[in-house]
């Protein structure tokens, strides 16, 4: 796969509907289609409230990546977005890049999944902290470095990390430092697309009551990606399962883990319960 | 690897320093004038001509002090020519649509395949055999190489996800280029850069040798080489001494350009 181009063929912006207030992003017939066609997400409908958490779980290849990338205005090329994703009043489809600069790291930031290259390997931490912390509060010099250090120390990190080169410190840590970049726009909401799957189970632990506290902390919306159901809807409020680029079920996270009523979000529940069994019958 | 790796780093920085000490001493020193033949032809080493004289009568010495000068104007020009061009038409093909990537990417590959010597004498046609000319025809040759590892390189930096994470963040492409795309793909291009510097050094002698470089009287080491031809048994120190000059000054860049990829960072993940 190449790399994000600077212009991405889009339609025109679509007309200005101003947003209900209520919603901070609101996803209306979303629908990610390749050049030949081939509709890779179809007709993906969901809102987000201010503060609000939502799970988005599905399987490897069921567009939930997809729909991170689209509502950061972040496609792949050769990819092309249509219907409507208005963050905070701001249409993203077939929105151009300056438009989408300004919404990005203010409005909305991101952790991904990989940590080994979710940071530049030749930037010391603290630099790339720095960046998105002064252009979105302006900060210079003392006050800039001061305000690293409260970052990392937000995401439990040594102080000494902001001098260390990603690779000298641990994938755990990698993935905090990938955090601590995101919250550090101070965005109204953060999108966390399989932000532990890389990580070994402990870690992932830490690093999920880690982006859990802090998000609550500042009361920011979540969108929190990922295919264990057990673990997302731990933190979400609601629960969104997408199957081969469909939205098969939404509904608040406890009703949906007690009662599934598509067949395949049955499908995962039982498999998720299937692993608690079998946990619990290896250490009763 | 390592030890052996700063070792010739040293050791090529060694002989590329003595060879651009000499070409530092003949800006403001020179045994002879150049065209000083008083000496008298094809005078064996010792005595007042230290390496001797050409069959014109002229200073060897001299003659190769001034071939210092023009290996290395010659290699630092046609690096800076094809490393600047290079790297611009690389993350232009990097950034482009897919269409025009492959349209350039295709284009270089022609470039590539043409022979230099070919488009040397291309170049001698249209303007005159000159130093320029030589930078000219070896930058451009070289630039289609430059351009197509800077192209392999942006794309490979682009696809990371800490490009994705800085889009994210808000950062516009010129920053995103300043800040994390040139500074991860300078020490693999240096690297490359400096076996070029070797490369356009063999290649201006080259075209010297055959005349499509600098003319008389200036003494690039490629037509000392020719020039040396025809009284090679009579007189072996005229075609032996640039020679081993030639093969200082190369290997000297090969070997600051191996250390320079040892020390690459990157490498040692």
């Not at chain 1, 496609?75 to 208005?86: D, F, I, K, Q, T």
């Not at chain 2, 300078?186 to 490359?192: C, E, I, M, R, S």
């Not at chain 2, 020679?243 to 350009?257: C, E, F, M």
Request: include cysteine.
């Amino acid at each position: 796969m190449t790399g994000e181009k600077p212009m991405v063929p889009d339609r025109s912006p679509a007309p200005g509907i101003p947003a209900e207030p209520a919603a901070l992003l609101d996803v209306d017939g979303l629908s990610v289609r390749r050049a030949d066609g081939h509709e890779l997400l179809r007709g993906v409908s969901f809102t987000l409230a201010p503060g609000e958490r939502l799970g988005l779980i599905g399987e490897s290849g069921s567009g939930k990546s997809l729909t991170a990338l689209a509502v950061l205005g972040l496609l792949p090329a050769g990819l092309s977005a249509h219907g409507s994703v208005l963050l905070a009043g701001t249409q993203i489809v077939g929105a151009r890049d300056r438009r989408l600069d300004r919404v990005r790291g203010r409005t909305v930031s991101a952790v991904f999944q990989e940590p080994l290259t979710a940071l530049d390997p030749l930037m010391r931490i603290g630099r790339q902290l720095a960046g998105p912390i002064r252009r979105r509060r302006g900060l210079r010099g003392a006050a800039l470095r001061a305000a690293v250090s409260t970052a990392l120390d937000e995401v439990r990190l040594p102080e000494r990390v902001a001098g260390a080169y990603p690779h000298e410190i641990s994938g755990g840590q990698r993935q905090r430092a990938a955090l601590a970049m995101a919250l550090a726009c101070e965005p109204d909401l953060l999108i966390a697309d399989e932000p532990t799957t890389a990580l070994d189970v402990t870690v992932q632990a830490e690093v999920l009551a880690l982006l859990n506290g802090l998000v609550s902390g500042r009361s920011m919306a979540l969108l929190l990606i990922g295919h264990d159901l057990a673990v997302v809807a731990d933190v979400t409020d609601r629960l969104a399962v997408l199957e081969r680029g469909s939205l098969v079920e939404t509904g608040r996270a406890e009703d949906i883990v007690r009662e599934p009523r598509h067949p395949y979000t049955r499908a995962l529940v039982e498999s998720a319960e299937a692993f608690e069994a079998e946990f619990d019958r290896l250490a009763p | 690897m390592r030890g052996l790796g700063s070792k010739g780093l040293a050791a090529g920085c060694v002989l590329v320093g003595v060879v651009l000490g000499v070409a530092v001493v003949s800006l403001v020193w020179l045994p002879y004038d150049p065209a000083d033949t008083s000496g008298g032809r094809l005078v064996p080493p010792g005595g007042e001509h230290l390496l001797g004289t050409d069959k014109l009568g002229r200073d060897l010495l001299t003659q190769l002090m001034i071939g210092a000068r023009i290996a290395l104007v010659a290699g630092g020009g046609s690096v800076l020519l094809g490393g600047v061009l290079g790297v611009l038409a690389g993350l232009a093909a990097g950034f482009a649509t897919r269409w025009l990537d492959d349209a350039l990417a295709a284009a270089l590959d022609a470039l590539i395949a043409f022979p230099t010597l070919l488009l040397a004498m291309l170049v001698v046609a249209v303007r005159q055999a000159s130093l320029g000319s030589a930078v000219l025809a070896i930058g451009l040759a070289m630039s289609a190489v430059v351009a197509r590892l800077t192209r392999i390189l942006v794309k490979r930096v682009l696809a990371q996800d800490y490009i994705t994470a800085a889009r994210t963040s808000g950062s516009s492409w010129p920053r995103i280029i300043a800040e994390h795309v040139l500074p991860n793909i300078w020490p693999t291009l240096l690297v490359n850069l400096a076996l070029q510097l070797g490369l356009a050094v063999l290649a201006e002698a080259s075209l010297s040798y055959l005349g499509l470089g600098p003319p008389p009287p200036n003494a690039s080491w490629g037509r000392l080489l020719h020039e040396a031809q025809a009284t090679v048994l009579t007189a072996p120190v005229g075609a032996i001494a640039p020679g081993v000059l030639l093969v200082v000054l190369v290997v000297g860049v090969n070997l600051v350009a191996d250390g320079l990829r040892d020390l690459a960072p990157g490498r040692s993940r």
